[in-house]
């Protein structure tokens, strides 16, 4: 199943993995990985998480404080927002969704 992001959830991952990396070496990589987890478990279980709109759901990312925002196709997932759990909760939904 193909995975695509909003401009803006590249820009977030990006910039969250740049910080941890700052912080520790290899740290980025390790949120990159759980970001992957969450990719490959929305994937398989893609209406298992907590809805946030009526077209949107949260996965929460385990081992940092971080969500996923996507929307479900039936040929791709749909990536909104890579989201700090401690940000305004509903900053991403004016975010063209396709």
Do not use: C
Not at 50 to 59: F, L, V
């Amino acid at each position: 199943m193909k995975t695509e992001f909003h401009p803006q959830a590249i820009l977030e991952l990006d910039r969250t993995v740049d910080y941890y990396e700052e912080i520790k070496s290899g740290l980025g990589i390790k949120f990159m990985d759980e970001i992957q987890l969450g990719i490959d478990t929305i994937t398989n279980y893609p209406y298992s998480w907590q809805k946030m709109s009526e077209s949107t759901r949260r996965y929460i990312i385990r081992k940092f404080p971080f969500g996923i925002i996507y929307m479900f196709y039936s040929d791709r997932i749909y990536i909104i927002a890579i989201m700090h759990l401690s940000r305004k909760p509903e900053y991403w939904s004016s975010r063209n969704q396709q």
